[in-house]
């Protein structure tokens, strides 16, 4: 999303069931202010689990 733009989780579910094969489709989401990263810039995925 660009700053200043809102969205819900309905809509971004309704999103993914159109343009995404059934098995791709997420189960969940989640909103959260920034990707946890190391120092080298990856994203630290084990923390993104736990959010």
């Known amino acids: ?3 200043g733009q809102l969205v819900d ?3 971004v579910i ?8 059934s098995y791709k489709k997420p189960k969940e989401v ?3 202010p920034a990707i946890p990263r190391n120092p080298s810039g990856k994203a ?8």
């Open 9 to 11: 989780k309905k809509e």
């Open 44 to 51: 630290l995925k084990r923390l993104l689990v736990k959010a």
């Open 30 to 32: 989640a909103f959260i």
């Open 14 to 21: 309704e999103f993914c069931r159109r343009h995404l094969a």
């Open 1 to 3: 999303m660009k700053e």
